[in-house]
C-alpha cells in the first residue's frame, strides 16, 4: 500500500499559478504510474493529468492542456503539478493517485488507481 499526501493549494487570483506536490511512501515509487485529479463542489472527480512510471510520458485533459504540466522526481518519490493561467473554474480539491500496476502504461485511457491523498483545496478567485 501506498501513502499520498498533497501541499502547495491555496487561494490565488485568475491568472496566477500554483504548484502541487504529492510526497508518497510504503511502496516503490518509481514502479507506477501517478495521476493528479479534482473534484468541484456539486460535481463529480474528473481526470486532470497523469505521467508514466518513468516519467517520459504525460496525459492531459483538454481543459488543462497548455496550462499544467505533470511531473516526477523519481529520487523524490514525489509527483509535482505545475498550474499556470488558473481560471476560476479550476477551483476544486486536487486529489494525487497511485495507479495499482507497475509498469502499467497509458495511465489515463488503463490506470486503476487505488491509493488516494487526502486533497489540498484550490480556489481562484476572478
Known amino acids: 500500500q501506498v501513502q499520498l499526501v498533497e501541499s502547495g493549494g491555496g487561494l490565488v487570483q485568475a491568472g496566477g499559478s500554483l504548484r502541487l506536490s504529492c510526497a508518497a511512501s510504503?511502496?516503490?515509487?518509481?514502479?507506477?504510474?501517478m495521476g493528479w485529479f479534482r473534484q468541484a463542489p456539486g460535481k463529480e472527480r474528473e481526470f486532470v493529468a497523469a505521467?508514466?512510471?518513468?516519467?517520459?510520458?504525460?496525459y492531459y485533459a483538454d481543459s488543462v492542456k497548455g496550462r499544467f504540466t505533470i511531473s516526477r522526481d523519481n529520487a523524490k518519490n514525489t509527483v509535482y503539478l505545475q498550474m499556470n493561467s488558473l481560471k476560476p473554474e479550476d477551483t476544486a480539491v486536487y486529489y494525487c493517485?497511485?495507479?495499482?500496476?507497475?509498469?502499467?502504461?497509458?495511465?489515463?485511457?488503463?490506470?486503476?488507481?487505488?491509493?488516494w491523498g487526502q486533497g489540498t483545496q484550490v480556489t481562484v478567485s476572478s
Open positions: 510504503g511502496r516503490t515509487f518509481s514502479r507506477y504510474a
Open positions: 505521467i508514466s512510471w518513468s516519467g517520459s510520458s504525460t
Open positions: 493517485a497511485a495507479d495499482v500496476r507497475a509498469y502499467g502504461s497509458n495511465p489515463q485511457r488503463d490506470g486503476i488507481f487505488g491509493s
